[in-house]
């Protein structure tokens, strides 16, 4: 008997195996999207340098993009190191890690409910779902993949120190939790789940009498409280991971208030928030059930009609009704309260990055208590019917095969970005940031106007889009439209006067320009914006080279060259501002640096000063 449930535990996990590599194999040949992939790995140098000790300590200071997620980093970089630039190796990590979580959320129901079949369906539901095609196709969000792992892992180890609390094992617990965190911090509220999994399936609160819920010993009075109301004791253990969990709190909020990306009550109100919050939660349960038109990025659409928020409001009120006069059916608590509790952190209620915001990546763990409730809850729904047994076989085969026919098409529009845009475009309203970032793809294709008609439908859409002018303003300069490039550097500057790129490359035209004074302005107030900016220092030296004030550009040339150390133009041009007053010994110590960095630069440096 036990080497026949070995053998189909093991055909369940071939299953899945096969499954979804059927439907995700197609990544594998696809490339970096223009969303976001250029700011993790293909722009970013600690990244594409691969592991490296500098590498290491900017993985665990940074905090980009609001989040310290230093175990993703290094995840990337394994990979940079591995595969270089080739996209390929990257999809695949995001694939072996889905596949990874998928087993895992089969062996963990399985061992936690001891539900064979019911934890299968799960995890084939999980796997196969058209919405978990954003999660894995997009090398960006290895993140979610991560954090979902340590995740799964937690409340496996979790798992056996509910059947046999010990110290060891708690510490492990808090181990991996950390480790979840530090991949992606969206799901701190693993404590409340491992409190609704203390309710159903483990019944830590049904408390058996002589139960010891400890073998170490804990403070008297404590201990006294614990012995008279043991059941309180599963809650007094999560503390300190909700220590742990209101930590990374505070740290992703303070990063994304230094980013800029938290919003005040008074730009959205509380209201506002409840009111996305409730249609958002409600959003999600329509996409489980009817997985289509689904998009990259779904704009906020900022204010809601309040019948929205109304019908909403009551749905989730009779679904939690439903559940709570089922509640002897415990696992419609656990998976409702799943669902609910982990979507909480990215729900809008507090706006911090993209927190206010839909995003298909974000049900990538929270649907898994929907699921619960479905696989669960039709055989107890057709309890008492004649065909049960063949309407749950037909069920079982029917809709991870519908499933997959979905999610191989999904899979498809990620081919490139601009098939990725263009989609979303045809399933989303005013998609300001789509009609932006599908204007780069086509202008890196090489198909220029029809790159700036978005450009110019996201300032349509959005008229305080300063990256947009800027953009605009970089293609219209390399056309040498000049004039129309000034004009949008100068918009993208009324925009966000603090926007240093623009500041820098408008210098850089206007002195082309001979509007020497005006650029000089420019450049100064790059630098105040961004007083370590080595290209900006530069600039501003050929500037005063090219006026004649060689002191002064000698001493940005000298600051660019402490800012970055490896410039060989700054040295170029430093040895020839030291010619030109007289110092052929500071040229001569430049033309040494320079021959080991770039040769050419040395030998036209050499033929000047001799």
């Known amino acids: 008997m036990r080497n026949q449930t070995f053998l189909l535990k093991l055909l369940v996990i071939l299953f899945l195996i096969l499954a979804t590599y059927t439907v995700f194999y197609r990544v594998l040949g696809q490339g970096f999207v223009g969303l976001d992939d250029n700011v993790y790995v293909t722009e970013n140098p600690y990244v594409r340098e691969g592991l490296s000790v500098k590498g290491l300590i900017w993985a665990f200071k940074t905090m980009h993009f609001g989040h310290w997620i230093p175990l993703t980093w290094l995840s990337l970089m394994s990979d940079a190191q591995l595969y270089g630039l080739n996209a390929g190796g990257y999809h695949l990590t995001n694939l ?21 079949w019911q934890s299968a369906m799960v995890a084939a539901l999980f796997a196969l779902h058209p919405l978990r095609v954003e999660s894995v196709a997009w090398i960006s969000e290895r993140k979610g993949l991560l954090s979902t792992l340590f995740f799964l892992l937690t409340i496996w180890i979790y798992a056996g120190y509910a ?20 991949s992606k911090p969206m799901l701190v509220t693993l404590p409340l789940v491992l409190l609704l999994l ?16 400890v073998c170490y010993r804990l403070p008297g009075v ?8 043991p059941a309180i004791w599963p809650v007094l253990e999560k503390i300190p991971l909700l220590v742990i969990a209101v930590i990374f709190c505070i740290l992703t909020v303070w990063g994304h208030q230094y980013e800029g990306a938290v919003l005040s009550f008074y730009a959205v109100p509380l209201m506002g928030r409840i009111a996305n919050a409730a249609i958002f939660y409600t959003r999600y349960i329509g996409k489980l059930i009817w997985p289509c038109h689904l998009a990259v990025y779904y704009p906020n659409p900022g204010v809601f009609l309040p019948w929205q928020f109304m019908g909403a409001l009551l749905i989730l009120l009779s679904i939690s009704g439903l559940v709570i006069w089922k509640a002897h059916r415990r696992y419609l608590v656990t998976g409702w309260l799943w669902y609910l509790t982990i979507l909480l952190p990215v729900i809008g209620l507090i706006q911090a990055g993209q927190a206010g915001m839909m995003a298909d990546r974000f049900t990538y763990v929270p649907l898994i208590g929907l699921l619960i409730i479905m696989v669960w809850g039709i055989p107890d729904m057709i309890s008492g019917w004649r065909y049960r047994k063949i309407l749950l076989v037909v069920l079982m085969l029917l809709l991870p095969a519908v499933l997959m026919i979905f999610s191989r098409f999904q899979v498809g529009l990620w081919q490139d970005s601009i098939t990725l845009f263009e989609h979303t475009l045809k399933v989303t309203d005013d998609n300001w940031l789509i009609h932006y970032n599908l204007g780069n793809a086509l202008i890196l294709k ?6 700036i008609s978005h450009y110019k439908e996201a300032l349509r859409i959005r008229p305080d889009y300063a990256q947009a002018y800027y953009n605009l303003a970089l293609v219209s300069v390399r056309e040498e439209r000049i004039d129309e490039g000034i004009a949008n550097y100068r918009e993208a500057l009324l925009v966000d006067p603090d926007f240093e790129m ?11 320009r001979g509007k020497t004074e005006e650029a000089v302005f420019h450049y100064s107030e790059a ?19 090219k006026q004649g004030r ?18 060989p133009k700054a040295r170029f041009h430093l040895g020839l501002a030291y010619l030109e007053i007289g110092r052929r010994r500071g040229a001569i110590d430049e033309y040494h640096h320079l021959k080991t960095m770039d040769r050419d630069l040395a030998d036209m440096l050499f033929n000047r000063i001799y």
């Open 222 to 229: 404590l201990q006294k409280r614990i012995d008279r109301s």
């Open 527 to 545: 630098l105040r914006i961004r007083p370590d900016d080595a290209n900006t220092h530069f600039n501003l030296g050929m500037l005063r080279s």
């Open 163 to 182: 059947k046999r609390p010990h110290l060891k094992r708690y510490f492990l617990v808090a181990l991996f939790f950390l480790l979840c965190l530090m």
């Open 96 to 116: 072996l890690i889905h596949i990874l979580n998928v087993l895992l959320i089969f062996l963990v129901l399985e061992r936690i409910t001891g539900a064979f």
């Open 446 to 451: 090489g198909n220029t106007e029809e790159g």
């Open 502 to 512: 623009a500041h820098n490359n408008l210098g850089i035209v206007l002195a082309r």
């Open 550 to 567: 060689f002191i002064e550009a000698i001493k940005e040339y000298n600051e660019a060259l402490r800012k970055r150390r490896f410039f």
């Open 198 to 213: 203390d309710f159903w399936p483990f019944e830590r609160f049904r408390i058996k009498e002589g139960f010891n819920p």
